[in-house]
């Protein structure tokens, strides 16, 4: 596969990655402006899933910066 196609599919990588991290950190404010007991169970188990979800998306982009950065030092053929 040609280099150029792999860096279109790392930008999609990183265009969701950025997706995640915005859904996830959304999620846990809308959670917190509506939930009226922030200790109740289900509240603490979807802020940690909300949380997780915005983690994973950071670090993919993170992942995705770091590729990007690694092939700018590789020639194109």
């Given amino acids: 596969m040609s280099k150029i196609i ?3 599919k790392t ?3 990183g265009i969701r990655g ?3 991290a915005i859904r996830g950190e959304a999620m846990e404010v809308t ?3 509506f939930d ?3 200790n109740h169970p289900e509240t603490q188990t979807a802020q940690a899933k909300n949380r997780a ?3 994973k998306g950071k670090q993919d982009v ?3 910066d770091d590729m990007f950065a690694q092939r700018e030092w ?3 053929a």
């Fill in 6 to 8: 792999d860096d279109v």
């Fill in 18 to 20: 950025a997706g995640d």
């Fill in 11 to 13: 930008g999609l990588k």
């Fill in 31 to 33: 959670d917190q402006a």
């Fill in 62 to 64: 993170k992942k995705v």
């Fill in 36 to 38: 009226n007991n922030q």
């Fill in 53 to 55: 979800i915005a983690e």
């Fill in 74 to 76: 590789e020639p194109y």
